[in-house]
């Protein structure tokens, strides 16, 4: 099992639409999540961090569920310029006081005019 | 205040050469990881520098090698090029006591290599 999956994408949405990605991690010992965006041929550019407690910036909103390993990322009032890819990332302690971060594969999506 | 950079940004190489590609950190970060990313794939991590040593590295051969240099900055090297290679590779540098927290990585516009 991949340390990090993703919805398989792609989605294609029309302007206006609300979107959700979600996200599983295998590693219990995980602690710190990130929303990354990736715009093609672009590099991975944080989009958000994900709290326990969930947390919203705007039309985007991360949630977080430690007990069932998932993570969730919703997008409403989607535009034209949210078209990308969504990583899903995860950061644990991966021996001593070294921390690695994993990325899913990533979701695709295109928001259609 | 520079974010991270790389060069070359793009690069054609052939089978069984040896290529190095180059980052600079964001100013003020101490510690910087390659990752290599396949078209249609997430990065995937390929090792991580702090204080000019490895730390860590992912599930990469011994041909994939790197170094950082006193001024943080650092190196990946590529031996013995396979097809399987070409990639889009990732420099993201950050605070490694940023690691233990909620700090993400700010990465580099990348290279594009291409091995034919």
């Known amino acids: 099992r991949k340390e990090v999956e993703q919805d398989p994408g792609p989605f294609n949405v029309p302007e206006g639409a609300t979107v959700a990605f979600n996200c599983t991690y295998s590693n219990s010992a995980s602690q710190s999540f990130f929303w990354y965006r990736q715009d093609c041929r672009k590099e991975p550019k944080l989009l958000m961090s994900v709290y326990s407690s969930g947390n919203e910036d705007g039309r985007f909103t991360a949630q977080l569920n430690r007990a069932s390993q998932y993570i969730s990322l919703l997008i409403r009032d989607s535009k034209l310029s949210d078209s990308a890819t969504y990583l899903c990332v995860v950061n644990r302690r991966s021996g001593g006081s070294n921390y690695k971060l994993t990325f899913g594969k990533g979701t695709l999506l295109t928001v259609n005019p | 205040d520079a974010g991270v950079t790389q060069s070359p940004t793009h690069l054609i190489k052939t089978r069984g050469q040896q290529v190095t590609l180059r980052c600079s950190p964001k100013s003020g970060h101490d510690t910087v990881s390659w990752y290599q990313q396949a078209l249609g794939q997430g990065p995937q991590f390929i090792f991580q520098y702090y204080e000019e040593e490895e730390r860590q590295r992912g599930n990469f051969p011994d041909r994939f090698s790197g170094h950082q240099f006193p001024n943080y900055s650092s190196e990946l090297n590529v031996n013995a090029l396979l097809l399987g290679d070409s990639a889009l590779y990732l420099c993201?540098?950050?605070?490694?006591?940023?690691?233990?927290?909620?700090?993400?990585?700010?990465f580099g516009n990348g290279t594009r290599l291409t091995v034919t």
């Open positions: 993201a540098s950050s605070l490694v006591a940023g690691q233990r927290l909620n700090s993400p990585l700010h």
